[in-house]
């Protein structure tokens, strides 16, 4: 047999035991292992293991990632989430569907602070869903657009999935961060576009709530203080070059705890919790990791990326349709894997293919368009059916919600979501362009 035919057995098998509800971490591991001993035998296995999982997890580039963890079980602990959404809401709250536009500003702000979009839809949920609830607001309406918000949290920087990215890719962090604050903004925009024409067409699913003072809203200004500086200190430190990503992370990190204990009066327990949540997520994500570093040396081995790039090179396929291939492809695994997971998985086997195709661009600015792009299409998974991870997230919380309600619920924001990934293909420079006047 092939190397060729072994990598693709290799897959198969993987996702098999995918289907059969092994955790993926163990997937890959199984999958890449007995594929590395049938190519080259057990002592190349063995000596890959002796290093190759080390020198990952050791590199400097992933240490971002619990500090980023850990920035955001705090702020979320603190009760930070509630002062960003009583922020939005003392602005927009008084007009119709306010509390939902409230809670996608919110999604937005926090997303912005803890980089995750399951933690982001979980923490802006238990804030906005009972108030939503008092105010009258459907079930369908509430938990369309908590599932539907909680998505901001890949995009938005800082993004675990980016991050992920851009080490695999071998892209600059800082740039992709830069470059996805525009379609990140995009997002959010066309989610509170979405909202506003759903309650035209159905007034009575948002009512709207009293018009706040003016003393009101300057006190939620107030309040928003201490979230905002925390954004300011993490991306204003990356974009102007003063941090690196990962000081960028740790100086998040400290000034959340500040913020915390200072101003929202966090405990021992809250943090001892926080560390407890970020040990337990941080050794679920570097287990993935371990794994996808066998398998992806197993798909080294076999030659299967290189000869689908080969099969792509002479498919005769113009470079636009072979990409809106790949994006279906992830629309399809976004909706039955986490967005760390699915990179991990595939990046190696699409980006050389992907990276390959002229699309009248640099190699780094396709690089930065592809990924983001992909983080969109992720993003989408996470809450399209049959198994959208955000939706039964959301849909949990709310309790007495039936689940097709919370599914229709959020085919407004599909739309909006679908109409964004168009304008994004069609138009690349949205996706790097700010790295132009930025003079990167």
């Not at 092939?2 to 955790?23: E, T, Y």
């Not at 108030?131 to 675990?160: D, F, N, Q, V």
């Not at 909706?335 to 390959?356: E, H, Q, V, Y």
Request: with cysteine; net charge positive; charged share 10%.
């Amino acid at each position: 047999m092939s190397g060729f035919a072994v990598g693709i057995v290799g897959i198969a098998a993987m996702i098999a035991m995918m289907f059969l509800r092994v955790p993926i971490a163990i997937a890959m591991l199984s999958a890449g292992a007995g594929g590395y001993v049938v190519l080259s035998g057990w002592l190349p296995l063995l000596a890959h293991l002796k290093t190759g999982p080390y020198l990952l997890i050791a590199s400097e580039g992933f240490s971002v990632i619990p500090l980023f963890l850990l920035m955001g079980y705090i702020a979320s602990r603190a009760g930070i989430s509630r002062a960003l959404f009583a922020g939005a809401y003392a602005f927009i709250g008084h007009v119709r569907g306010g509390l939902a536009l409230a809670a996608i500003g919110g999604c937005a702000m926090f997303g912005a602070i803890c980089g995750s979009s399951l933690a982001t839809a979980a923490t802006m949920g238990q804030v906005a869903l009972p108030e939503m609830r008092r105010r009258g607001y459907s079930g369908t309406l509430a938990t369309g657009t908590l599932a539907a918000g909680g998505t901001l949290g890949i995009l938005i920087p800082p993004s675990l999935g980016l991050i992920v990215y851009g080490i695999l890719a071998e892209q600059n962090i800082a740039k992709l961060f830069f470059a996805a604050f525009l379609p990140g903004v995009l997002a959010a925009i066309g989610y509170m576009i979405a909202i506003a024409v759903y309650v035209r067409i159905r007034p009575d699913a948002g009512p709207a709530g009293e018009r706040t003072s003016l003393r009101e809203r300057l006190r939620a200004l107030v309040a928003l203080l201490p979230a905002s500086s925390l954004f300011l200190l993490v991306l204003g430190g990356i974009y102007s070059g003063v941090f690196t990503p990962t000081e960028a992370a740790s100086f998040g990190t400290l000034g959340a705890l500040v913020v915390a204990v200072v101003v929202y009066g966090m405990r021992w327990r809250g943090l001892a919790d926080s560390l407890i949540d970020t040990a337990s997520a941080t050794a679920m994500i570097y287990m993935i990791l371990i794994g996808a570093d066998v398998f992806n040396a197993f798909m080294a081995l076999s030659g299967v990326p290189q000869g689908l790039a080969d099969a792509i090179g002479a498919s005769g396929l113009p470079p636009l349709a072979v990409l809106l291939l790949v994006l279906l492809v992830y629309l399809v695994l976004g909706c039955l894997m986490d967005s760390i997971s699915m990179i991990l998985l595939t990046l190696p086997i699409f980006f050389p293919a992907l990276i390959g195709l002229d699309f009248g661009m640099t190699r780094e600015q396709t690089a930065i368009w592809f990924g983001i792009l992909i983080l969109i299409v992720i993003e989408v998974g996470l809450i399209t059916p049959p198994v959208g991870m955000n939706v039964f997230v959301i849909n949990k919380l709310a309790g007495g919600v039936p689940m097709r309600d919370t599914f229709r619920g959020v085919v407004p924001f599909l739309i909006s979501d679908a109409v964004r990934v168009a304008i994004l293909v069609a138009f690349p420079v949205l996706s790097y362009g700010l790295l132009g006047l930025a003079g990167w």
